[in-house]
């Protein structure tokens, strides 16, 4: 097992760049066992303990002053039980990594978030999520879960094994314990069709219920200073596979969608009155395009230009009016605003501290260009969004305490009777998760 530092110092920095630690130790255990070996000696350290995946949380949900636990050696897939339809894999892998090894077996997840940079534990935890009618986030798609606790010990839940561990701890915020393993259901392997177009931001929110009904993936950018989006359309085809033409993938997906797009907000950032222009030659430079692949190719994108997110769970029906009373704080307010909104959907699940729990839901997501003051945009549309109870992305930025949390999510105290169960000495706590959790 080997303990290192991260960074200048020691000190560990997010994807974001927004949050910073500096952690007594890290440790990188190299099984199951030394993991637990690392979380009793804290214990008798008297130091708390969080893992980190790859650092793409713009909240501090993985910060400590304490130990810092890296999973990158905990890695791979266990087994897969082709009757069962599931797949077993190691806490640290990459999603990258398993989508590419689940193809290599003819095998997928159902959904898939919009990048896959994140480790498996990381993404689950923190309620990483796509667009889906009927598929929900990828800790949706958990069967079963291994996670030492705070004395060491380790627990396997599921359905059927500790339920009451399973329906909180698929999206567990790292305070019930270190995930180490996760399974997951899969299904043989698919193609989707991707359609790709620009539509007036007037008629995706005329038309929203019916692209969502029709659709079995839909999701829109819009562009703020603009009345236009891009849409994109998912949906299972039964082929030809035809993957978007390398070149155009390049010019598309990289040069304009990630060089570009850079340089604009360089621009922007040192010129903000240039914004609103920019934006409406953003808006209108990709084509409309329509591509078949494999689920991961199409769900997921390069995601080059570094940003700060805050992203909001409203309910699904109320989407249509936040989205105009944000578009209608925009124009109003002053602001400049480099980057698209994204708006995606979930239905409604059963885990605990989901932010689809119990309702169906829709997600809007506001970014700010890094390096840009974020603070007066994310004030003013976290106002809206909770006007409408929205719950906030667990690894995205937002202000809201255990208070509010506990009127948004009627399950909420059974998650911290849990969490007091498990972890009576707060031995998975810091400075975010007791705010967000309490005490």
């Not at 994108?301 to 029906?317: I, N």
């Not at 708006?343 to 997501?365: F, H």
């Not at 809201?400 to 909420?412: I, L």
Request: charge should be neutral; charged fraction near 25%; proline fraction near 5%.
């Amino acid at each position: 097992m080997s303990s290192t530092a991260n960074g200048k110092n020691g000190t560990w920095r997010n994807w974001g760049g927004n949050v910073s630690a500096r952690p007594a130790r890290e440790v990188t255990p190299a099984s199951v066992d030394e993991l637990a070996a690392a979380v009793r000696r804290a214990a008798e350290d008297g130091l708390r303990v969080k893992a980190v995946g790859s650092g793409h949380s713009f909240t501090s949900i993985a910060a400590t002053d304490g130990v810092l636990i890296r999973p990158q050696l905990l890695t791979g897939i266990r087994g897969i039980d082709r009757d069962a339809m599931t797949v077993t894999v190691e806490a640290g892998t990459p999603l990258k990594r398993l989508n590419v090894a689940l193809a290599r077996e003819g095998l997928s997840l159902t959904n898939m978030g919009d990048i896959m940079e994140q480790t498996v534990s990381g993404a689950t935890s923190t309620g990483t999520h796509g667009t889906g009618r009927d598929s929900g986030s990828i800790a949706a798609q958990i069967k079963g879960l291994e996670l030492v606790t705070a004395d060491g010990s380790v627990l396997t839940c599921s359905e059927k094994e500790n339920p009451e561990v399973f329906a909180a701890a698929r999206i567990g915020l790292g305070a019930l314990g270190v995930v180490t393993a996760i399974t997951f259901a899969v299904e043989p392997l698919f193609l989707l069709t991707a359609r790709e177009e620009p539509m007036p931001f007037d008629r995706v929110l005329a038309e929203f219920e019916e692209l969502w009904t029709e659709n079995e993936h839909f999701e829109f950018y819009w562009f703020p200073h603009t009345g236009n989006t891009n849409t994109k359309r998912n949906n299972r085809s039964a082929g030809p596979e035809k993957p978007v033409p390398q070149l155009q993938s390049w010019f598309e997906d990289e040069f304009l969608s990630n060089g570009v797009f850079q340089v604009a907000n360089w621009v922007g950032r040192a010129v903000p009155a240039t914004i609103p222009a920019i934006a409406q030659i953003s808006s209108k430079a990709l084509s409309a395009r329509t591509y078949t692949d494999v689920p991961y190719k199409v769900f997921t994108s390069p995601r080059r230009v570094r940003f700060v997110e805050m992203e909001y769970a409203v309910p699904r029906a109320a989407v249509v009016e936040t989205l105009r009373e944000l578009r209608t704080m925009v124009e109003r307010s002053g602001l400049k605003v480099s980057f698209p909104v994204e708006v995606r959907t979930a239905p409604a699940d059963d885990i605990t501290l989901s932010t689809a729990s119990g309702r169906d839901s829709a997600y809007i997501a506001v970014h700010m260009f890094r390096g840009t003051p974020y603070q007066r945009y994310f004030t003013a549309a976290e106002r809206i969004f909770t006007a409408h109870e929205g719950r906030p992305h667990w690894g995205k930025v937002h202000t809201r305490d255990a208070e509010y949390f506990s009127r948004v999510y009627p399950r909420f105290a059974e998650f911290t009777a849990l969490r007091d169960r498990l972890d009576p000495d707060r031995r998975f706590q810091n400075d975010y998760v007791r705010r967000v959790l309490g005490a």
